[in-house]
């Protein structure tokens, strides 16, 4: 089992910036990959961003490339989500996930993640 912990939401003002922690706790040693993925009220889970464990390869949600930024930190077991020129439509609850592999063209997919964190908000005001 893989325990996931985020931390660092809030509100802040469209055009500010924000950035979330998730921290790994566990089994870490079966996790290849960690994701952000988002839920506003009333719509469907949202990919934000995802990064493979132990090497450089990051991807991105188009409506989040070039402001949001995925890093990792191994020593901490923890990854990060740099969230820049935020607006009112990146409101939502925001989870952080770990999956066993890295796979660029499934990364994007919840399917690919066996655990999850309980979410942190990230409110937007214009």
């Known amino acids: 089992q893989v325990q996931l912990v985020e931390s660092g939401g809030g509100l802040v003002q469209a055009g500010g910036s924000l950035r979330l922690s998730c921290t790994a706790s566990?089994?870490?040693?079966?996790?290849?990959?960690m994701g952000w993925f988002r839920q506003a009220p009333g719509k469907d889970s949202e990919f934000v961003a995802a990064t493979n464990w132990w090497r450089d390869d990051t991807v991105y949600g188009d409506s989040v490339k070039g402001r949001f930024t995925i890093s990792r930190d191994n020593a901490k077991k923890t990854v990060y989500l740099q969230m820049n020129s935020l607006k009112p439509e990146d409101t939502a609850v925001y989870y952080c996930?770990?999956?066993?592999?890295?796979?660029?063209?499934?990364?994007?997919?919840?399917?690919?993640?066996?655990?999850w964190g309980q979410g942190t908000q990230v409110t937007v005001s214009s």
């Open positions: 566990g089994r870490t040693d079966s996790v290849n990959t």
């Open positions: 996930a770990a999956g066993p592999r890295f796979r660029m063209g499934a990364v994007r997919t919840a399917q690919e993640y066996e655990y």
